[in-house]
């Protein structure tokens, strides 16, 4: 039985973190196709990265995007969370239905709903739609994380804090906000890093000479079959890495998702 | 001394529910006054309408000389103790008690000095440091005391302050309590189910009943001479007979001027065993130490007696006589 377990631990960690070691090692070939196991070892394609002018270009706009569309979930959902767990209002059940939608819906449907229905009838420009389609795919994540630190605060310490004189503004800003930073921080991240990994709604949003940094990548596959997606790819996961081992650091990130 | 806080036919309720109809009730300053009754009586309701922190249907609420009834509850310097504590979890135990007076905008030296003296106050200088979740529930409790006391509110609600703590602490923080009314002179309103909380600390006790007033008056008055079954039962009197044509179940009741009276009711120490008009089967005793406890299958109904623990015991299943002296009765005028 012990046996078997260890077996199945491995099996599990090697399907985890087998795929990024695959990649990053192909990112680090000497060869000029992506290859695994590669042919020799160089950081040449590693520099080729940074000199590849349309990646440069998504990488901002997939940084801005990441940023912009998860600030603007955060702002629609921490009053919707508030709301819906402070005060039940009527039809709380049809709103956390509708705002959980795209997680379930397929994005490759959104991205097309959106396209069809939103932004070509009312000719939104790219920025603005990609804008409007992460936004729309994050609140849920902003909902219900920060719902769920929520649930653990107790009301009546907003009430507490009215009888000693706070406004209910001053008690949301005093004592719920300050109690739900973790929360909040953990659907920022969650937030970030799904808009910048972001695919299938994307794919129908971007346009000519304007596009994120996953879909360029693709692109870029297309016609260009040499290892610096590989690369690419590497220096964004340590870069996940990174942001999710500082949240970690300064939050104990673990403990709330 | 004019009334320090009146409510004006005051009616409150959830949506439909009527929770409290029509209450009138004043109280004079530095009073203390118990809201006692069992769970759903209103009791709290009450006390959060005087908090201000559900609007009334209807009535009005005047504290000090000032129709409060529209004012919001951060402006009605009215200080409330939750029975959760609702301490805040982020900050400390000095930052707690902090709260209310860097919300007013106190000078920081000031904050600094009333905090102490409010820690000191409630025992726990020694903690100031800690986060709220390093306190024990009494440790806890005083916090909110503390945090509560230290913005010098006009009036004090407690809600089930002591429910929270196992017996012993409860009676070293009634003790507490009472001293610190004493000591600051401050008015009160302490909502309880629990009726000794009440005697022990109220100097005049408020018993509700499904959103009305049953009864009103001092501790002895409410003690000694409760109106109806429902006070007389909630205060201890756990023999209550209702009365039919001035008899008890065909029995006589001599004696008695039972003119307008419903019934009679004897608290289980009154109950004398062994002699007497009465006769009835032991259904069950139970032995608490100091005394032995016995229910008894009568044809009145249930009677518990409670009788010294050195008088001579009886068996379950033995049929004995027993006595509901007169000078043991209060006579009830409601059920």
């Not at chain 1, 739609?129 to 769920?148: C, D, E, K, N, Q």
């Not at chain 2, 249930?302 to 050195?310: F, G, L, S, Y």
């Amino acid at each position: 039985m012990r046996g078997l377990g260890h077996l199945l631990l491995a099996a599990v960690l090697v399907f985890l973190i087998g795929p990024f070691v695959i990649i990053c090692v192909a990112g680090l070939s000497g060869g000029e196709t992506l290859a695994f196991p590669p042919e020799g070892l160089s950081l040449r394609w590693v520099a080729k990265v940074f000199t590849v002018e349309s990646f440069r270009a998504a990488f901002w706009l997939s940084i801005a995007l990441a940023f912009g569309s998860t600030a603007v979930a955060l702002a629609l959902g921490i009053p919707a969370a508030y709301a819906l767990e402070r005060y039940d209002p009527p039809g709380a059940e049809v709103v956390r239905a509708i705002v959980t939608a795209p997680i379930v819906v397929p994005g490759i449907i959104v991205g097309l709903a959106l396209l069809r229905h939103l932004v070509i009838p009312l000719g939104i420009p790219v920025p603005l739609a990609l804008m409007i389609g992460h936004t729309a795919l994050l609140v849920p994540y902003a909902v219900r994380v920060v719902s769920g630190s929520l649930v653990n605060l107790r009301p009546d310490i907003e009430e507490a804090a009215v009888m000693l004189g706070a406004s209910r503004l001053q008690a949301f800003a005093k004592v719920v906000l300050p109690n739900i930073r973790a929360g909040i921080m953990a659907a920022f991240i969650i937030g970030f890093i799904t808009s910048f990994n972001q695919v299938p709604v994307s794919l129908f949003l971007t346009g000519p000479g304007i596009t994120t940094l996953p879909i360029d990548m693709m692109f870029y596959m297309e016609f260009n079959y040499d290892p610096s997606v590989a690369a690419l790819s590497g220096l964004l996961a340590l870069m996940s890495l990174g942001v999710v081992m500082v949240a970690e650091k300064l939050l104990g990130l673990s403990r709330y998702v | 001394m004019s009334d320090f806080l009146t409510l004006e036919r005051l009616t409150l309720g959830y949506g439909a529910t009527i929770a409290v109809d029509s209450l009138d009730f004043a109280m004079k300053p530095g009073e203390l006054v118990a809201l006692l009754g069992p769970s759903g009586c209103g009791k709290t309701t009450t006390m959060r309408a005087i908090a201000g922190l559900m609007t009334p249907v209807s009535g009005r609420i005047e504290l000090d000389g000032r129709d409060i009834t529209r004012v919001p509850a951060n402006r009605r310097g009215i200080g409330l103790v939750f029975q959760s504590y609702a301490l805040f979890p982020h900050l400390t135990v000095f930052e707690n008690v902090a709260f209310g007076l860097r919300l007013a905008r106190v000078p920081a030296a000031q904050v600094r000095t009333r905090v102490e003296a409010a820690l000191a106050s409630v025992g726990l200088s020694h903690l100031a440091d800690r986060q709220p979740k390093a306190l024990s529930g009494g440790q806890q409790q005083r916090v909110a005391l503390a945090r509560s006391i230290v913005v010098e509110p006009k009036l004090l609600l407690l809600d089930e302050p002591l429910s929270n703590l196992d017996a012993r602490l409860r009676l070293e923080m009634r003790s507490e309590l009472a001293r610190l009314q004493r000591e600051l002179g401050i008015a009160m309103i302490y909502v309880t189910h629990d009726q000794a909380e009440a005697l022990a600390l109220a100097d005049r006790i408020i018993v509700m009943r499904e959103g009305r007033i049953e009864q009103a008056g001092t501790p002895e008055e409410i003690y000694e001479r409760p109106v109806s079954g429902f006070v007389a039962n909630f205060i201890g009197f756990e023999n209550c007979f209702a009365l039919r044509d001035g008899k008890l179940k065909g029995l006589a009741a001599p004696g008695f001027d039972t003119g307008t009276a419903t019934g009679l009711a004897w608290r289980p120490n009154a109950v004398r065993l062994g002699r007497g008009a009465h006769r009835g089967t032991v259904a069950g005793a139970s032995y608490l130490g100091q005394v032995v406890e016995y229910l008894l299958a009568t044809p009145l109904g249930d009677v518990k007696a409670e009788v010294p623990a050195a008088a001579p015991r009886h068996a379950i299943g033995a049929e004995i006589a027993f006595d509901l002296p007169q000078d043991g009765a209060v006579v009830l005028h409601r059920d």
